[in-house]
């Protein structure tokens, strides 16, 4: 069993008898292994968002079952273990800090868990230690940068001990700068602590990061594979009006003109290496 | 400009103020202030005046600050003193019409000033010396045993925790919105009092949408981190009384022991 396991979840808000059920999302049936990078694709309205809200138990299926680490998330009881194994990080920066110091907001999490005073200060010095924001603990977090601020509400998560971490689009208010802070802090935590990780984008450039990529569209699962699976699919997704990296988008354009170059291009020295040779042969 | 404002005047440094347990501060503070009231002569203020005087130096914070703090109740201290100065017995050395001053009136009118005067600088000796945090930090402790008699202490602590976080938020949000209906030709400055209200309707508006947006979030944040509430939780912070907690209330005690010595075996001076 994944570590995280969807079975025909279908879900739809307001159960009123004068609408017909809206779904938003439609029989998903997906496996997310430990330790994996997965990517959930999107655009606004593709049920994405709402998806990962049923990894943590924030919300439930209305039909089908959830299960995380084996747990079934219809089941109450489990609602905080749940959420201590699963963590989710939220948009925006601002609104998910509840203290005015940095370290008393990341031990926010471990005090709720009951977790007792010692080892709270060791683990929010090593959550804070792994995102690199320890010279900060003592600062007030409005005086952060926005990246800052998202490392921070990461580190928040991180010292409650989970094995997977949901991050729903954590790098959409942040400049570039904020956005390559986040993304490298999230691969590093990935790579070094084996933590699973679900990044909910819009960002093509972001998704090509992870092992897997999921691309949601209205409420199912249009595809789902490898970043060069998923993406030399370019048709298919154009024709759901969703982007594709500039570089795969380069050479699927030259190849539509006839050029002979391999269809799984996803990043730009693999483009600019791809032309060169091509050059080269002229 | 709204920037500018700062919620509480914490000033922040190292004296051993700032460094004493919040809890024995904020008690302590009670006592004093309850001892300004039990002083009964001048022997016995003259103390408590000194003991003020001290925690002021101790404290590290310039003078001016102190100053400052009692702007806000001069005249409260100019009222009273004016009334106790023409309600005092005994000769009259200057009459005014229906009105005398005594010897007794004089006194009287220095004893309160002294009195009010002491209450605001030993209350912004406890402000200036102890942030906002942990002074509600010292307040959740210290009520803990109202929860027997049904006080949600921990939910106003953390409404406290919660409203203290946002203000600054709040306040750059204020600022973004002024700006923005400034840019779509809001006229905030001119006009009379009602019509200066009345423009200000267009701001709070989108702060109150926001704040509940907030809200929101924030509480879905908060459940995500499993917050259940104040039972079984732990704090990070443990607050441990140290030798220097200890030595000032034994000083603090020993004051007013004195006030209370003095007020039995040397009364009625005033």
């Known amino acids: ?282 | 400009m709204i920037r500018d404002i700062t919620l509480g005047q914490f000033v922040p440094g190292k004296s051993i103020l700032h460094r004493i347990d919040p809890r024995v501060k904020l008690l302590l503070t009670f006592l004093v202030i309850v001892f300004l009231f039990v002083a009964g002569n001048f022997i016995s203020m003259g103390l408590m005046v000194a003991f003020v005087l001290l925690a002021m130096i101790l404290s590290g914070v310039s003078l001016r600050l102190y100053l400052k703090s009692m702007k806000a109740i001069l005249f409260i201290v100019i009222f009273t003193s004016l009334l106790n100065l023409f309600y005092g017995s005994g000769e009259p050395l200057v009459q005014l019409g229906f009105l005398k001053i005594t010897l007794d009136g004089i006194l009287r009118a220095a004893y309160i000033s002294l009195r009010i005067i002491c209450l605001v600088f030993i209350s912004s000796v406890l402000t200036f010396t102890t942030s906002p945090t942990d002074l509600t930090d010292a307040l959740e402790r210290l009520m803990k045993p109202l929860r027997y008699i049904k006080v949600p202490v921990h939910e106003i602590a953390m409404m406290m925790t919660i409203a203290l976080r946002f203000v600054p938020t709040l306040l750059e949000e204020t600022d973004k919105i002024m700006s923005a209906q400034k840019a779509r030709g809001a006229d905030l400055e001119s006009g009379g009092i009602f019509q200066r209200i009345r423009a200000l309707v267009p701001i709070l508006i989108p702060l109150f949408v926001s704040a509940f947006r907030r809200a929101y979030d924030l509480a879905m944040a908060m459940e995500c981190r499993c917050y259940h509430g104040g039972d079984g939780r732990t704090k990070m912070k443990q607050l441990h009384l140290r030798s220097h907690d200890y030595t000032i209330i034994a000083v603090t005690i020993c004051v007013c022991a004195g006030v209370i010595l003095i007020n039995i075996f040397l009364p009625g001076m005033v």
């Not at chain 1, 017909?20 to 309205?45: C, Q, R, S, W, Y």
């Open chain 1, 1 to 282: 069993m994944g570590f995280i396991e969807t079975q025909n979840v279908t879900f739809s808000y307001g159960t009123g008898e004068s609408e017909a059920p809206n779904n938003v999302l439609t029989d998903i049936t997906m496996k997310i292994e430990k330790g994996e990078f997965v990517a959930l694709l999107g655009h606004n309205g593709s049920g994405k968002s709402t998806l990962a809200k049923h990894f943590n138990a924030m919300l439930l299926p209305s039909g089908g079952k959830v299960y995380v680490d084996s747990m079934d998330t219809l089941d109450e009881s489990l609602k905080y273990q749940i959420r201590r194994k699963a963590g989710l990080v939220l948009q925006n920066p601002d609104n998910q800090l509840v203290a005015s110091i940095v370290e008393e907001d990341v031990a926010f999490g471990p005090e709720n868990l009951g977790v007792p005073s010692e080892e709270i200060r060791v683990r929010v010095d090593e959550a804070l230690k792994a995102v690199g924001m320890y010279e900060h603990r003592s600062h007030a977090p409005h005086k952060l940068s926005g990246g800052q601020k998202q490392r921070v509400a990461i580190a928040g998560i991180l010292a409650m001990e989970p094995d997977c971490i949901i991050l729903d689009e954590p790098t959409a208010m942040l400049d570039p700068q904020g956005r390559t802070e986040v993304l490298d802090t999230i691969r590093k935590l990935n790579r070094e602590k084996g933590i699973t990780v679900v990044l909910i984008t819009h960002y093509m450039d972001e998704a090509v990061l992870a092992d897997r990529v999921v691309v949601m569209d209205d409420g199912k699962i249009l595809i789902e594979g490898t970043p060069k699976e998923v993406f030399s699919q370019v048709e298919l997704l154009k024709n759901h009006s969703l982007d594709v990296p500039q570089a795969t988008e380069l050479i699927w354009r030259l190849r539509q003109a006839g050029f002979d170059f391999p269809g799984d291009i996803l990043f730009e020295d693999e483009c600019v290496s791809v032309l060169e040779k091509a050059l080269e042969g002229r």
